[in-house]
Structure formats: structure tokens, C-alpha cells
């Protein structure tokens, strides 16, 4: 049987070193050891790392994919199908949620600009009166900006999703932006990076996150408000301990 190094299963498959070693870390690709230390692996690794990447492209999270795997090596076809028919039918139903979602928030922009279209070139100082956009037309995206700068998590909790971020983020690029920091990730890593930036909003609803899908690169920018800098800087733009405040 065939057996690979890490730069060995890396050519093979496509997946890079450093999402080998994610993938290690979070339990999804085990490795044997050589005398040496060197991480080895079997034949099955290659189908193992296929499996999860179609996983993946159906929206999985890395959770869910860890939880199908022992599944897919000891069941069945029909058993795999079964387990994955309701995980991808709850995907589907968030899909179109965002998209009900967008085109709401699409067409309040258009009633927007058309009551912007309709306003009379007034030159006196702009007020209340002058711009007025509904409470409708503000999205979702942007309520971070006056959430309060506190956190739901547990102190334990903080710990282990801090570390959760820094195993995300290992070796990640890191570029200042206006009220934030853009990274820069292998594309592989655009699930999880999602999964955990959702659970993030959901304790700290004060941090903003874009992603964009730059070829074989994600590019990530968390963003804060300025009470909440320096929370940010400690999560997500250098190894420090992360000292959250309490709701």
C-alpha cells in the first residue's frame, strides 16, 4: 500500500501543507510517525481528503464534516445518503434565506435612492430632513458598528475559542485596513473560516467579517468599532491573551 509524506499527499491531492496540518489539528486527517517524527500517510488518505472536500463544497462546516466521517469509512452508500440529506437540505434552506434576505435589503436600497432621486437640490446645510433613508435600508452588515463591545462567552469558553483562531489563522498574512485587519488564508480553509467567524458574531456581535475568494488565497477582514480595537488586535493580529469583557 502506498504511503505519502505531508509534500507527498500535498502534490498529490492539491491540498496544501498547511491545511494538512489544520486538518490533523481538528481531527479529520489522522498521520502516523515515523521513527523520525515525520508525518505519514496511507492510501486512504487521499479518498479521506476527497471526501471532505465535497463536503465542503456543499457547505458543511468542519464539525458537521468530522461527524460524517466515521460514516463514510464504515457505512454504507445509502447510509452516507441518509446522514447527508437533511445536513444539505438545512443548507439549502439558509441559502435562500440570505437570498430572501438580499433581495429585501435590495429593494429597500431602491426605494431608497429613488426617495434620493425625488429630493430638491436644497442649498442649504444638510439635516434630518435632507437625507432620511428608512430604518429598513440599514443592513444587517453594518449593525456591528453601534453593537456593544462585550462578549457572551463563558471564561473558559474564551480560551478555547481563542485557540480555535490561532490554529485557524497559522501562517496567515496580515495587512492593517481602516478599522481593522485584512488575512490573508489558503482558500481550503474558506468553511471553517466561515463556521467560526458566524459562532463569533453570535458571543461578539461587534466584529465584522468579509471574506473574498482571491484564486487559491482567502482573504479575510475583521473590522471593529474602536472600543473594541483592541480586542481585535489581541484575536486576530497577534499572539497575545485575549481578555474579553463580560455581558
Known amino acids: 500500500m502506498s504511503t505519502y509524506r505531508i509534500s507527498q499527499l500535498a502534490e498529490r491531492t492539491g491540498v496544501p501543507a498547511t491545511t494538512l496540518r489544520f486538518y490533523e489539528a481538528e481531527g479529520l486527517l489522522p498521520a502516523a510517525r515515523t521513527a523520525s ?5 496511507g492510501e486512504g488518505a487521499v479518498e479521506r481528503l476527497a ?5 465542503k463544497h456543499l457547505g458543511l462546516p468542519l464539525e458537521e464534516i ?23 437540505a438545512a443548507r439549502t434552506d439558509q441559502a ?12 429597500s436600497l431602491r426605494r431608497a435612492l429613488d426617495d434620493l432621486d425625488a429630493l430638491p437640490e436644497r442649498t442649504s446645510r444638510c439635516d434630518a430632513e435632507c437625507v432620511a433613508v428608512p430604518a429598513a435600508a440599514v443592513p444587517a452588515a453594518e449593525r456591528w458598528r453601534t453593537a ?7 471564561a473558559g469558553d474564551v480560551g478555547e475559542r481563542a485557540a480555535r483562531w490561532r490554529r485557524l489563522l497559522d501562517g496567515a498574512g496580515h495587512e492593517p485596513i481602516a478599522g481593522g485587519v485584512r488575512l490573508a488564508l489558503p482558500v481550503e480553509r474558506a468553511a471553517a473560516v466561515a463556521e467560526l467567524a458566524a459562532a463569533e458574531q453570535e458571543c461578539c456581535p461587534f466584529f465584522d467579517f468579509r471574506i473574498h475568494l482571491d484564486g487559491p488565497l482567502l482573504r479575510l477582514e475583521v473590522r471593529a468599532p474602536a472600543d473594541g480595537a483592541g480586542l481585535l488586535a489581541e484575536l486576530f493580529g497577534q499572539s497575545q491573551p485575549v481578555r474579553r469583557k463580560r455581558r
Do not use: K, M, N, Q
Not at 466515521?70 to 441518509?82: H, K, L, M
Not at 440570505?98 to 435589503?105: G, S, T
Not at 456593544?148 to 463563558?154: E, G, I, K, Q, Y
Open 96 to 107: 435562500e434565506r440570505r437570498v430572501a434576505e438580499l433581495a429585501h435589503f435590495a429593494a
Open 66 to 88: 468530522a461527524e460524517l466521517l466515521p460514516v463514510w469509512e464504515s457505512g454504507t452508500c445509502a447510509e452516507v445518503r441518509a446522514d447527508l440529506i437533511p445536513r444539505v
Open 148 to 154: 456593544p463591545v462585550a462578549c457572551s462567552l463563558t
Open 37 to 41: 517524527g515525520y508525518r505519514v500517510y
Open 51 to 55: 471526501f471532505i472536500g465535497t463536503a
